[in-house]
Protein backbone atom coordinates (compact mmCIF):
# COMPACT_ATOMS: atom_id res chain seq x y z
CA UNK A 1 0.00 0.00 0.00
CA UNK A 2 1.36 3.37 -1.08
CA UNK A 3 1.70 6.20 2.01
CA UNK A 4 -0.39 9.00 1.62
CA UNK A 5 1.51 11.91 1.74
CA UNK A 6 0.23 15.52 2.02
CA UNK A 7 0.98 17.68 -1.56
CA UNK A 8 3.01 20.76 -1.51
CA UNK A 9 4.14 22.46 -4.44
CA UNK A 10 8.06 21.63 -4.99
CA UNK A 11 10.97 24.64 -4.06
CA UNK A 12 13.36 22.97 -6.87
CA UNK A 13 11.44 22.77 -10.05
CA UNK A 14 10.14 19.15 -9.90
CA UNK A 15 6.77 18.88 -10.86
CA UNK A 16 4.41 17.54 -7.99
CA UNK A 17 3.79 14.68 -10.34
CA UNK A 18 7.05 13.54 -9.97
CA UNK A 19 7.25 13.62 -6.13
CA UNK A 20 4.48 11.78 -6.10
CA UNK A 21 5.70 9.12 -8.32
CA UNK A 22 9.21 9.17 -5.86
CA UNK A 23 6.93 8.97 -2.89
CA UNK A 24 5.35 6.29 -4.51
CA UNK A 25 7.96 4.44 -5.48
CA UNK A 26 9.58 4.64 -1.82
CA UNK A 27 6.38 3.38 0.15
CA UNK A 28 6.28 0.19 -2.11
CA UNK A 29 10.46 -0.22 -1.05
CA UNK A 30 9.84 0.39 2.79
CA UNK A 31 6.49 -1.93 2.63
CA UNK A 32 8.93 -4.95 1.20
CA UNK A 33 11.58 -3.95 3.66
CA UNK A 34 10.33 -6.81 6.16
CA UNK A 35 10.98 -9.50 3.65
CA UNK A 36 14.45 -8.82 2.76
CA UNK A 37 15.05 -8.64 6.61
CA UNK A 38 13.49 -11.65 7.36
CA UNK A 39 15.43 -13.18 4.33
CA UNK A 40 18.09 -11.90 5.32
CA UNK A 41 18.69 -12.73 9.20
CA UNK A 42 18.04 -16.23 7.85
CA UNK A 43 20.86 -16.23 5.59
CA UNK A 44 23.24 -14.59 8.28
CA UNK A 45 22.80 -17.91 9.76
CA UNK A 46 24.46 -20.10 6.93
CA UNK A 47 27.81 -18.49 6.37
CA UNK A 48 28.40 -18.33 9.97
CA UNK A 49 27.47 -22.55 10.14
CA UNK A 50 29.46 -23.07 7.27
CA UNK A 51 32.65 -21.09 8.49
CA UNK A 52 32.30 -22.00 12.25
CA UNK A 53 35.19 -24.47 12.54
CA UNK A 54 37.36 -22.54 9.98
CA UNK A 55 37.02 -19.23 11.43
CA UNK A 56 37.55 -17.46 14.95
CA UNK A 57 34.20 -17.81 16.59
CA UNK A 58 33.79 -14.30 17.88
CA UNK A 59 34.08 -12.57 14.74
CA UNK A 60 31.64 -14.85 13.45
CA UNK A 61 29.43 -13.83 16.12
CA UNK A 62 30.14 -10.35 16.30
CA UNK A 63 29.37 -10.13 12.29
CA UNK A 64 25.70 -11.91 13.33
CA UNK A 65 25.06 -10.00 15.90
CA UNK A 66 26.08 -6.78 13.69
CA UNK A 67 23.61 -8.23 10.56
CA UNK A 68 20.45 -8.60 12.73
CA UNK A 69 21.10 -5.27 14.49
CA UNK A 70 21.22 -3.81 10.89
CA UNK A 71 17.78 -5.71 9.79
CA UNK A 72 16.16 -4.60 12.95
CA UNK A 73 16.66 -0.82 12.17
CA UNK A 74 15.75 -1.56 8.90
CA UNK A 75 12.46 -2.51 9.54
CA UNK A 76 12.04 0.53 12.54
CA UNK A 77 12.79 3.04 9.40
CA UNK A 78 10.39 1.27 7.59
CA UNK A 79 7.67 1.19 10.32
CA UNK A 80 8.29 4.91 11.31
CA UNK A 81 8.45 6.12 7.27
CA UNK A 82 5.00 4.47 7.20
CA UNK A 83 3.60 5.70 9.94
CA UNK A 84 4.77 9.49 9.38
CA UNK A 85 2.66 12.11 8.00
CA UNK A 86 5.32 13.60 6.22
CA UNK A 87 4.95 15.68 3.29
CA UNK A 88 6.82 16.26 -0.45
CA UNK A 89 9.52 18.44 0.99
CA UNK A 90 10.89 15.83 3.44
CA UNK A 91 10.79 13.23 0.82
CA UNK A 92 14.80 13.47 0.12
CA UNK A 93 15.43 12.78 3.57
CA UNK A 94 13.46 9.75 3.75
CA UNK A 95 15.15 8.84 0.88
CA UNK A 96 18.44 9.37 1.89
CA UNK A 97 18.08 7.75 5.29
CA UNK A 98 16.79 4.37 3.25
CA UNK A 99 19.96 4.14 1.47
CA UNK A 100 22.06 4.57 4.37
CA UNK A 101 20.07 1.41 5.74
CA UNK A 102 20.50 -0.37 2.82
CA UNK A 103 24.44 0.85 2.73
CA UNK A 104 25.20 -0.44 5.86
CA UNK A 105 22.91 -3.60 4.94
CA UNK A 106 25.50 -3.92 1.68
CA UNK A 107 28.71 -3.19 3.47
CA UNK A 108 27.75 -6.46 6.54
CA UNK A 109 27.41 -8.74 3.25
CA UNK A 110 30.67 -7.30 1.60
CA UNK A 111 32.61 -8.41 4.40
CA UNK A 112 31.85 -12.18 4.26
CA UNK A 113 32.64 -11.78 0.29
CA UNK A 114 35.89 -9.96 1.73
CA UNK A 115 37.17 -11.18 4.74
CA UNK A 116 35.58 -14.72 5.50
CA UNK A 117 37.78 -16.22 2.48
CA UNK A 118 38.51 -20.17 2.77
CA UNK A 119 40.59 -20.55 -0.13
CA UNK A 120 41.84 -23.95 1.19
CA UNK A 121 38.36 -24.95 1.53
CA UNK A 122 36.64 -24.24 -2.45
CA UNK A 123 33.48 -26.95 -1.24
CA UNK A 124 32.67 -23.86 1.97
CA UNK A 125 34.25 -21.00 -0.12
CA UNK A 126 31.76 -21.77 -3.59
CA UNK A 127 28.80 -22.30 -0.90
CA UNK A 128 29.47 -18.51 0.54
CA UNK A 129 29.84 -17.72 -2.95
CA UNK A 130 26.29 -18.90 -4.14
CA UNK A 131 24.82 -17.42 -0.73
CA UNK A 132 26.17 -14.11 -1.79
CA UNK A 133 24.93 -14.26 -5.13
CA UNK A 134 21.89 -15.68 -4.72
CA UNK A 135 21.32 -12.18 -1.89
CA UNK A 136 22.30 -9.73 -5.02
CA UNK A 137 19.77 -11.96 -7.11
CA UNK A 138 16.83 -11.33 -4.43
CA UNK A 139 17.39 -7.71 -5.11
CA UNK A 140 15.57 -8.02 -8.51
CA UNK A 141 12.71 -8.43 -6.41
CA UNK A 142 12.83 -6.15 -3.65
CA UNK A 143 14.50 -3.25 -5.78
CA UNK A 144 14.23 -3.29 -9.04
CA UNK A 145 12.04 -0.46 -8.64
CA UNK A 146 15.20 1.63 -7.63
CA UNK A 147 17.74 1.47 -9.94
CA UNK A 148 20.27 3.48 -7.72
CA UNK A 149 19.34 1.17 -4.53
CA UNK A 150 19.60 -2.31 -6.41
CA UNK A 151 22.98 -1.17 -8.08
CA UNK A 152 24.59 0.05 -4.52
CA UNK A 153 23.42 -2.97 -2.47
CA UNK A 154 24.49 -5.44 -4.85
CA UNK A 155 27.71 -3.72 -6.00
CA UNK A 156 28.42 -3.63 -2.33
CA UNK A 157 27.34 -7.61 -1.81
CA UNK A 158 29.36 -8.43 -4.67
CA UNK A 159 32.50 -6.04 -5.75
CA UNK A 160 34.43 -7.07 -2.95
CA UNK A 161 34.07 -10.53 -3.71
CA UNK A 162 34.98 -10.15 -7.46
CA UNK A 163 38.29 -7.82 -5.77
CA UNK A 164 39.32 -10.93 -3.98
CA UNK A 165 38.90 -13.39 -6.53
CA UNK A 166 41.21 -11.24 -9.02
CA UNK A 167 43.53 -10.49 -5.98
CA UNK A 168 43.47 -14.87 -5.29
CA UNK A 169 44.20 -15.69 -9.05
CA UNK A 170 44.14 -18.36 -11.21
CA UNK A 171 41.47 -19.27 -14.50
CA UNK A 172 38.95 -20.03 -12.21
CA UNK A 173 38.63 -17.44 -9.78
CA UNK A 174 39.10 -15.00 -12.99
CA UNK A 175 36.73 -16.51 -14.59
CA UNK A 176 34.45 -16.25 -11.49
CA UNK A 177 35.08 -12.97 -11.17
CA UNK A 178 34.22 -12.11 -14.67
CA UNK A 179 30.97 -13.76 -14.46
CA UNK A 180 29.63 -12.01 -11.50
CA UNK A 181 31.18 -8.62 -12.64
CA UNK A 182 29.06 -9.69 -16.09
CA UNK A 183 26.08 -11.06 -13.56
CA UNK A 184 25.97 -7.68 -11.83
CA UNK A 185 26.27 -5.67 -14.79
CA UNK A 186 22.95 -7.50 -16.42
CA UNK A 187 20.99 -7.06 -13.18
CA UNK A 188 21.66 -3.41 -13.38
CA UNK A 189 20.37 -2.80 -16.93
CA UNK A 190 17.44 -5.04 -16.17
CA UNK A 191 17.09 -3.18 -12.61
CA UNK A 192 16.87 0.08 -14.90
CA UNK A 193 14.71 -1.26 -17.61
CA UNK A 194 11.67 -1.64 -14.54
CA UNK A 195 12.83 0.89 -12.86
CA UNK A 196 11.61 3.08 -16.07
CA UNK A 197 8.28 1.04 -17.03
CA UNK A 198 7.41 1.46 -13.15
CA UNK A 199 7.83 5.11 -12.64
CA UNK A 200 6.36 5.47 -16.36
CA UNK A 201 2.94 3.73 -15.02
CA UNK A 202 3.19 5.95 -11.87
CA UNK A 203 3.25 9.00 -13.49
CA UNK A 204 0.25 8.02 -15.61
CA UNK A 205 -1.49 7.04 -12.93
CA UNK A 206 -0.82 9.97 -11.08
CA UNK A 207 -1.56 12.54 -13.95
CA UNK A 208 -4.84 10.72 -14.54
CA UNK A 209 -5.89 11.16 -10.92
CA UNK A 210 -4.96 14.96 -11.25
CA UNK A 211 -7.17 15.26 -14.02
CA UNK A 212 -9.84 13.64 -12.59
CA UNK A 213 -9.53 15.52 -9.57
CA UNK A 214 -9.09 18.35 -11.80
CA UNK A 215 -12.63 18.05 -13.43
CA UNK A 216 -14.44 16.86 -10.90
CA UNK A 217 -13.22 20.58 -9.54
CA UNK A 218 -14.31 21.86 -12.76
CA UNK A 219 -17.37 20.17 -13.17
CA UNK A 220 -18.01 21.43 -8.80
CA UNK A 221 -17.75 24.91 -10.04
CA UNK A 222 -19.64 24.39 -13.21
CA UNK A 223 -22.09 22.95 -11.09
CA UNK A 224 -22.37 26.24 -8.44
CA UNK A 225 -22.18 28.44 -11.20
CA UNK A 226 -25.26 26.91 -12.92
CA UNK A 227 -26.97 26.84 -9.62
CA UNK A 228 -26.26 30.33 -9.39
CA UNK A 229 -27.36 31.45 -12.76
CA UNK A 230 -30.67 29.35 -12.50
CA UNK A 231 -31.61 30.34 -8.79
CA UNK A 232 -30.80 34.25 -10.20
CA UNK A 233 -32.87 33.58 -13.10
CA UNK A 234 -36.02 32.20 -10.81
CA UNK A 235 -35.81 35.26 -8.37
CA UNK A 236 -35.56 37.23 -11.14
CA UNK A 237 -38.52 35.67 -13.56
CA UNK A 238 -40.73 35.79 -10.01
CA UNK A 239 -40.27 39.65 -9.80
CA UNK A 240 -40.58 40.29 -13.27
CA UNK A 241 -43.69 37.94 -13.40
CA UNK A 242 -45.96 39.94 -10.29
CA UNK A 243 -45.74 43.58 -11.46
CA UNK A 244 -46.19 42.28 -15.03
CA UNK A 245 -49.43 40.41 -13.61
CA UNK A 246 -50.92 43.49 -12.36
CA UNK A 247 -49.56 45.59 -15.92
CA UNK A 248 -51.32 42.73 -17.97
CA UNK A 249 -54.78 42.05 -15.78
CA UNK A 250 -55.42 45.98 -15.38
CA UNK A 251 -54.58 46.68 -18.95
CA UNK A 252 -57.11 43.85 -20.11
CA UNK A 253 -59.86 44.67 -17.71
CA UNK A 254 -59.69 48.56 -19.13
CA UNK A 255 -60.16 46.98 -22.79
CA UNK A 256 -63.47 45.78 -21.40
CA UNK A 257 -64.90 49.04 -20.50
CA UNK A 258 -65.93 52.19 -22.06
CA UNK A 259 -62.71 53.83 -23.93
CA UNK A 260 -62.04 56.31 -26.30
CA UNK A 261 -60.32 55.32 -29.49
CA UNK A 262 -57.12 57.13 -28.18
CA UNK A 263 -57.54 55.52 -24.93
CA UNK A 264 -57.86 52.26 -26.42
CA UNK A 265 -55.00 52.47 -28.21
CA UNK A 266 -53.12 53.79 -25.49
CA UNK A 267 -54.19 50.71 -23.31
CA UNK A 268 -53.48 48.29 -26.04
CA UNK A 269 -50.05 49.44 -26.32
CA UNK A 270 -49.76 49.14 -22.71
CA UNK A 271 -50.50 45.56 -23.09
CA UNK A 272 -48.54 44.41 -25.96
CA UNK A 273 -45.60 46.32 -24.21
CA UNK A 274 -46.47 43.98 -21.02
CA UNK A 275 -46.56 40.45 -23.48
CA UNK A 276 -43.43 41.08 -25.12
CA UNK A 277 -41.89 41.60 -22.43
CA UNK A 278 -42.87 38.82 -20.85
CA UNK A 279 -41.55 37.04 -23.63
CA UNK A 280 -38.08 38.29 -23.08
CA UNK A 281 -38.77 36.70 -19.55
CA UNK A 282 -39.54 33.38 -20.71
CA UNK A 283 -37.24 33.13 -23.25
CA UNK A 284 -33.95 33.66 -20.76
CA UNK A 285 -35.76 30.73 -18.95
CA UNK A 286 -35.95 28.67 -21.64
CA UNK A 287 -32.50 29.48 -22.43
CA UNK A 288 -31.72 28.62 -18.73
CA UNK A 289 -33.31 25.29 -18.64
CA UNK A 290 -31.33 24.30 -22.14
CA UNK A 291 -28.09 25.08 -20.46
CA UNK A 292 -28.96 23.63 -17.42
CA UNK A 293 -30.86 20.49 -19.16
CA UNK A 294 -34.04 20.61 -17.63
CA UNK A 295 -35.37 21.33 -20.85
CA UNK A 296 -39.35 20.02 -20.74
CA UNK A 297 -41.32 18.39 -23.73
CA UNK A 298 -44.84 16.99 -23.73
CA UNK A 299 -45.39 15.07 -26.39
CA UNK A 300 -49.47 14.57 -26.84
CA UNK A 301 -51.69 14.24 -29.64
CA UNK A 302 -51.65 17.43 -31.74
CA UNK A 303 -53.38 18.76 -35.05
CA UNK A 304 -50.45 20.44 -36.42
CA UNK A 305 -52.68 22.10 -39.67
CA UNK A 306 -54.18 23.82 -36.60
CA UNK A 307 -51.14 24.35 -34.72
CA UNK A 308 -49.48 25.72 -37.75
CA UNK A 309 -52.52 27.49 -38.85
CA UNK A 310 -52.78 29.37 -35.48
CA UNK A 311 -49.31 30.75 -35.80
CA UNK A 312 -49.58 31.72 -39.47
CA UNK A 313 -53.29 33.10 -39.65
CA UNK A 314 -51.50 35.82 -36.22
CA UNK A 315 -48.43 36.43 -38.06
CA UNK A 316 -50.03 36.73 -41.29
CA UNK A 317 -51.96 39.84 -40.58
CA UNK A 318 -48.78 41.54 -38.90
CA UNK A 319 -46.63 40.47 -42.46
CA UNK A 320 -49.34 41.56 -44.38
CA UNK A 321 -49.56 45.46 -42.34
CA UNK A 322 -46.05 45.33 -43.44
CA UNK A 323 -46.89 45.40 -47.00
CA UNK A 324 -45.53 41.59 -47.48
CA UNK A 325 -46.79 39.16 -49.03
CA UNK A 326 -47.68 35.90 -46.71
CA UNK A 327 -48.73 32.37 -47.85
CA UNK A 328 -48.62 28.92 -46.13
CA UNK A 329 -49.22 25.46 -47.71
CA UNK A 330 -49.72 21.94 -45.78
CA UNK A 331 -49.26 18.73 -47.62
CA UNK A 332 -52.11 16.12 -47.89
CA UNK A 333 -49.83 13.67 -46.57
CA UNK A 334 -50.09 14.85 -43.42
CA UNK A 335 -51.19 13.15 -41.23
CA UNK A 336 -54.53 14.31 -38.87
CA UNK A 337 -53.14 13.59 -35.65
CA UNK A 338 -49.56 13.34 -34.36
CA UNK A 339 -47.45 12.90 -31.30
CA UNK A 340 -45.66 16.50 -30.71
CA UNK A 341 -45.63 19.33 -28.12
CA UNK A 342 -48.12 21.76 -29.60
CA UNK A 343 -46.94 24.89 -27.51
CA UNK A 344 -43.50 23.90 -28.66
CA UNK A 345 -43.60 23.37 -31.98
CA UNK A 346 -45.54 27.23 -32.04
CA UNK A 347 -42.94 28.41 -30.29
CA UNK A 348 -40.66 27.72 -32.85
CA UNK A 349 -42.36 28.28 -35.93
CA UNK A 350 -43.31 31.73 -34.54
CA UNK A 351 -39.89 32.48 -33.79
CA UNK A 352 -38.58 31.50 -36.93
CA UNK A 353 -41.66 33.73 -39.00
CA UNK A 354 -41.80 36.34 -36.92
CA UNK A 355 -38.11 36.82 -37.57
CA UNK A 356 -38.50 36.11 -41.65
CA UNK A 357 -41.32 38.90 -40.92
CA UNK A 358 -38.96 40.96 -38.85
CA UNK A 359 -35.79 40.59 -41.46
CA UNK A 360 -38.08 41.23 -44.76
CA UNK A 361 -39.11 44.83 -46.10
CA UNK A 362 -40.12 43.94 -50.21
CA UNK A 363 -41.42 40.42 -51.06
CA UNK A 364 -42.87 37.97 -48.74
CA UNK A 365 -42.45 35.14 -46.68
CA UNK A 366 -44.23 31.74 -46.99
CA UNK A 367 -44.43 28.37 -44.90
CA UNK A 368 -44.26 25.05 -46.30
CA UNK A 369 -45.34 21.75 -43.83
CA UNK A 370 -44.58 18.82 -45.50
CA UNK A 371 -43.07 15.28 -44.86
CA UNK A 372 -39.68 13.58 -45.91
CA UNK A 373 -37.91 10.19 -45.50
CA UNK A 374 -35.10 9.73 -44.35
CA UNK A 375 -33.10 6.48 -44.52
CA UNK A 376 -31.87 6.90 -40.72
CA UNK A 377 -34.59 8.31 -38.98
CA UNK A 378 -37.66 7.62 -41.00
CA UNK A 379 -40.91 9.67 -41.66
CA UNK A 380 -40.15 13.44 -40.77
CA UNK A 381 -42.25 16.47 -40.61
CA UNK A 382 -40.48 18.80 -42.50
CA UNK A 383 -41.25 22.74 -42.22
CA UNK A 384 -39.56 25.33 -44.28
CA UNK A 385 -40.18 29.44 -43.73
CA UNK A 386 -38.73 31.55 -46.91
CA UNK A 387 -38.27 34.92 -46.80
CA UNK A 388 -37.23 37.41 -49.76
CA UNK A 389 -35.17 39.50 -46.91
CA UNK A 390 -31.87 40.77 -47.07
CA UNK A 391 -30.16 37.37 -46.39
CA UNK A 392 -27.29 35.93 -44.56
CA UNK A 393 -23.44 36.14 -45.29
CA UNK A 394 -22.24 31.94 -45.40
CA UNK A 395 -19.78 32.90 -42.61
CA UNK A 396 -22.28 33.77 -40.24
CA UNK A 397 -25.01 30.55 -40.31
CA UNK A 398 -23.91 29.42 -37.09
CA UNK A 399 -23.59 32.21 -35.43
CA UNK A 400 -26.97 33.41 -35.74
CA UNK A 401 -27.75 30.15 -33.62
CA UNK A 402 -25.38 31.07 -30.48
CA UNK A 403 -27.14 33.04 -28.04
CA UNK A 404 -27.56 36.91 -27.95
CA UNK A 405 -26.24 37.01 -31.39
CA UNK A 406 -27.46 39.15 -34.52
CA UNK A 407 -25.88 39.44 -37.69
CA UNK A 408 -25.70 43.18 -38.14
CA UNK A 409 -24.96 44.46 -42.00
CA UNK A 410 -22.87 47.44 -42.27
CA UNK A 411 -21.97 47.74 -38.34
CA UNK A 412 -25.52 49.18 -37.99
CA UNK A 413 -28.07 47.44 -35.51
CA UNK A 414 -31.27 47.82 -37.61
CA UNK A 415 -33.48 45.87 -35.64
CA UNK A 416 -34.80 45.14 -32.43
CA UNK A 417 -33.92 41.48 -30.26
CA UNK A 418 -32.47 39.88 -27.65
CA UNK A 419 -31.07 37.24 -30.34
CA UNK A 420 -32.27 34.45 -28.44
CA UNK A 421 -35.02 32.76 -30.72
CA UNK A 422 -33.21 30.98 -33.01
CA UNK A 423 -30.83 29.92 -30.42
CA UNK A 424 -33.92 28.65 -28.63
CA UNK A 425 -35.78 27.38 -31.42
CA UNK A 426 -33.09 24.95 -32.61
CA UNK A 427 -32.34 23.40 -28.95
CA UNK A 428 -36.38 22.96 -28.76
CA UNK A 429 -36.11 21.03 -32.28
CA UNK A 430 -32.87 18.84 -30.93
CA UNK A 431 -35.42 18.27 -28.02
CA UNK A 432 -37.79 16.83 -29.91
CA UNK A 433 -35.60 14.45 -32.00
CA UNK A 434 -35.22 17.02 -34.51
CA UNK A 435 -32.98 19.58 -36.00
CA UNK A 436 -32.95 23.43 -37.47
CA UNK A 437 -31.10 24.43 -40.17
CA UNK A 438 -30.98 27.05 -42.22
CA UNK A 439 -29.58 28.00 -46.09
CA UNK A 440 -28.84 31.75 -46.78
CA UNK A 441 -28.21 33.79 -49.73
CA UNK A 442 -27.25 37.43 -49.27
CA UNK A 443 -29.55 39.38 -51.03
CA UNK A 444 -31.99 36.80 -52.27
CA UNK A 445 -33.26 35.51 -49.27
CA UNK A 446 -33.22 32.48 -46.19
CA UNK A 447 -34.73 29.30 -46.20
CA UNK A 448 -35.13 28.03 -41.79
CA UNK A 449 -35.75 24.50 -42.31
CA UNK A 450 -36.52 22.72 -39.06
CA UNK A 451 -37.81 18.78 -38.99
CA UNK A 452 -39.41 16.79 -36.02
CA UNK A 453 -39.47 12.80 -36.23
CA UNK A 454 -43.19 12.13 -37.47
CA UNK A 455 -45.56 9.62 -35.56
CA UNK A 456 -49.37 9.46 -36.26
CA UNK A 457 -51.73 8.76 -33.93
CA UNK A 458 -55.73 8.05 -33.67
CA UNK A 459 -56.08 9.66 -29.93
CA UNK A 460 -57.95 12.97 -30.53
CA UNK A 461 -55.84 16.14 -30.98
CA UNK A 462 -55.66 18.05 -27.74
CA UNK A 463 -56.53 21.11 -28.77
CA UNK A 464 -58.51 24.84 -27.46
CA UNK A 465 -61.58 25.73 -29.30
CA UNK A 466 -61.25 28.27 -31.68
CA UNK A 467 -62.74 31.77 -31.24
CA UNK A 468 -63.57 34.00 -34.27
CA UNK A 469 -60.84 37.18 -35.27
CA UNK A 470 -61.62 39.84 -32.74
CA UNK A 471 -64.88 38.63 -30.72
CA UNK A 472 -63.53 38.93 -27.31
CA UNK A 473 -64.61 35.82 -25.03
CA UNK A 474 -67.39 36.35 -22.85
CA UNK A 475 -66.71 35.46 -19.23
CA UNK A 476 -68.67 32.73 -17.75
CA UNK A 477 -71.22 32.70 -15.38
CA UNK A 478 -70.25 30.66 -12.47
CA UNK A 479 -71.39 30.22 -9.00
CA UNK A 480 -69.64 29.76 -5.67
CA UNK A 481 -67.35 31.78 -3.11
CA UNK A 482 -63.92 32.03 -3.31
CA UNK A 483 -61.02 32.93 -1.17
CA UNK A 484 -58.01 35.00 -2.67
CA UNK A 485 -54.85 35.23 -0.71
CA UNK A 486 -52.02 37.24 -2.02
CA UNK A 487 -49.57 39.68 -0.81
CA UNK A 488 -49.96 42.34 -3.63
CA UNK A 489 -52.55 44.53 -2.79
CA UNK A 490 -52.64 44.84 -7.34
CA UNK A 491 -52.68 41.44 -7.95
CA UNK A 492 -55.81 41.04 -5.32
CA UNK A 493 -57.74 43.89 -7.36
CA UNK A 494 -56.79 42.45 -10.46
CA UNK A 495 -58.05 38.62 -10.11
CA UNK A 496 -60.56 39.82 -7.88
CA UNK A 497 -62.42 42.41 -10.54
CA UNK A 498 -62.12 39.61 -13.24
CA UNK A 499 -63.80 36.87 -10.52
CA UNK A 500 -66.45 38.88 -9.82
CA UNK A 501 -67.12 39.70 -13.34
CA UNK A 502 -68.64 35.93 -13.93
CA UNK A 503 -70.27 35.84 -10.41
CA UNK A 504 -68.25 34.72 -8.19
CA UNK A 505 -67.86 36.24 -4.60
CA UNK A 506 -64.72 36.57 -3.29
CA UNK A 507 -63.03 37.04 -0.32
CA UNK A 508 -59.32 38.11 0.15
CA UNK A 509 -56.52 37.60 2.29
CA UNK A 510 -53.13 38.85 2.09
CA UNK A 511 -50.96 36.01 3.64
CA UNK A 512 -51.24 32.41 4.69
CA UNK A 513 -51.97 33.00 8.63
CA UNK A 514 -55.27 34.92 7.53
CA UNK A 515 -55.86 32.79 4.94
CA UNK A 516 -56.24 29.81 7.91
CA UNK A 517 -58.33 32.35 9.81
CA UNK A 518 -60.84 32.79 7.18
CA UNK A 519 -60.95 28.70 5.90
CA UNK A 520 -61.88 28.04 9.81
CA UNK A 521 -64.51 30.76 9.97
CA UNK A 522 -66.63 29.81 6.69
CA UNK A 523 -67.21 27.29 3.98
CA UNK A 524 -65.40 28.31 0.63
CA UNK A 525 -65.74 26.50 -3.07
CA UNK A 526 -62.39 27.18 -3.89
CA UNK A 527 -59.33 28.93 -2.75
CA UNK A 528 -56.80 30.97 -5.21
CA UNK A 529 -53.46 30.88 -2.90
CA UNK A 530 -50.22 32.56 -3.85
CA UNK A 531 -47.17 30.74 -2.85
CA UNK A 532 -44.55 33.13 -1.85
CA UNK A 533 -46.20 35.72 1.11
CA UNK A 534 -44.99 37.05 4.31
CA UNK A 535 -45.87 35.40 7.27
CA UNK A 536 -47.28 31.86 6.07
CA UNK A 537 -46.40 31.24 2.33
CA UNK A 538 -48.77 29.32 0.44
CA UNK A 539 -47.42 26.17 0.90
CA UNK A 540 -47.33 25.71 4.46
CA UNK A 541 -50.58 27.73 4.59
CA UNK A 542 -52.17 24.62 2.31
CA UNK A 543 -50.44 21.46 4.22
CA UNK A 544 -51.59 23.33 7.36
CA UNK A 545 -55.54 23.30 6.09
CA UNK A 546 -55.31 19.73 4.65
CA UNK A 547 -54.03 18.41 7.84
CA UNK A 548 -57.12 20.41 9.63
CA UNK A 549 -59.26 18.79 7.01
CA UNK A 550 -58.43 15.68 8.06
CA UNK A 551 -58.25 15.82 11.85
CA UNK A 552 -62.34 17.37 11.77
CA UNK A 553 -63.45 15.56 8.58
CA UNK A 554 -63.65 18.08 6.30
CA UNK A 555 -65.19 18.21 2.79
CA UNK A 556 -61.59 18.75 0.75
CA UNK A 557 -61.31 22.45 -0.24
CA UNK A 558 -59.71 22.26 -3.76
CA UNK A 559 -56.80 24.81 -3.51
CA UNK A 560 -55.30 26.20 -6.63
CA UNK A 561 -51.56 27.88 -6.65
CA UNK A 562 -51.07 31.36 -8.00
CA UNK A 563 -47.35 31.74 -8.83
CA UNK A 564 -44.94 33.83 -10.47
CA UNK A 565 -42.17 30.90 -10.36
CA UNK A 566 -41.84 29.31 -13.66
CA UNK A 567 -39.16 26.66 -12.25
CA UNK A 568 -40.78 23.03 -12.88
CA UNK A 569 -39.52 22.19 -9.34
CA UNK A 570 -42.35 24.83 -7.95
CA UNK A 571 -44.89 22.70 -9.16
CA UNK A 572 -43.18 19.33 -7.69
CA UNK A 573 -43.94 21.44 -4.50
CA UNK A 574 -47.59 22.46 -5.23
CA UNK A 575 -48.12 19.02 -5.82
CA UNK A 576 -46.41 17.74 -2.49
CA UNK A 577 -48.43 20.66 -0.74
CA UNK A 578 -51.39 19.40 -1.08
CA UNK A 579 -52.43 21.60 -3.81
CA UNK A 580 -55.26 20.67 -6.39
CA UNK A 581 -54.35 23.07 -9.76
CA UNK A 582 -51.17 25.39 -10.96
CA UNK A 583 -51.34 28.92 -12.47
CA UNK A 584 -48.66 30.89 -13.19
CA UNK A 585 -48.52 34.72 -13.64
CA UNK A 586 -49.15 36.80 -15.30
CA UNK A 587 -52.68 35.44 -16.77
CA UNK A 588 -54.88 36.69 -18.53
CA UNK A 589 -58.96 36.34 -17.60
CA UNK A 590 -59.44 33.30 -19.71
CA UNK A 591 -56.43 31.78 -18.17
CA UNK A 592 -57.96 31.81 -14.88
CA UNK A 593 -61.39 31.46 -15.41
CA UNK A 594 -60.26 28.15 -17.41
CA UNK A 595 -58.52 26.67 -14.29
CA UNK A 596 -61.53 28.30 -11.75
CA UNK A 597 -64.26 26.64 -14.37
CA UNK A 598 -62.71 23.34 -13.30
CA UNK A 599 -63.35 23.36 -9.81
CA UNK A 600 -67.04 25.35 -9.88
CA UNK A 601 -70.05 24.67 -11.04
CA UNK A 602 -71.76 26.99 -13.93
CA UNK A 603 -74.26 29.00 -12.95
CA UNK A 604 -77.72 28.29 -13.17
CA UNK A 605 -79.82 30.63 -16.32
CA UNK A 606 -82.32 33.27 -14.79
CA UNK A 607 -85.46 32.17 -15.67
CA UNK A 608 -87.68 34.94 -17.93
CA UNK A 609 -90.23 36.52 -16.19
Known amino acids: MGKSLNVSWPEDGETPVALEVRAERLSALQSLVRLPAAVGALFSVLPVLLLWRHLDPAELLCWLAARWAISAWRGLEARRYLNAPGTLHELPRWERRYLAALLLDGLAWGMVGALFATPNLPEIDGAVMTILVGLAAFTQVTLNAWTRAQALFSSLVLAPLIVRLCLQGGTVAWLSAGALAMFWLLMTLESRRVESRSLELLRLRFEQARLAQQSQLALHAAEETSSSKSRFVAVMSHEIRTPLNGILGMAQLLEGGELSDQQRQQVDIVRRSGRHLLSLVNDILDLARIESGKLVVDAHPVDLREVVGDVCRLLGETARAKGLGFDWRVTEQLPARVMGDASRIQQILHNLVGNAIKFTDVGGVSVDLSTVQDNRSGALLRCAVQDSG ?121 HGLEALEQLRGRRFDLVLMDCQMPELDGFSATRAWREEEARRLLPRTPVVALTASAVNDDRDRCTTAGMDDFLLKPFEMEDLLAVVGRHLRPRPAARAA
Open 390 to 510: EGIPADQLERIFAPFEQVVAHKVRRHDGTGLGLTIARELARAMGGDLRCVSTPGLGSVFEFTLPLQACEAPAVTEPARPPGVAAQPPRLSGRVLLVDDSMVNLLVATTMLQRCGLEVTTAE
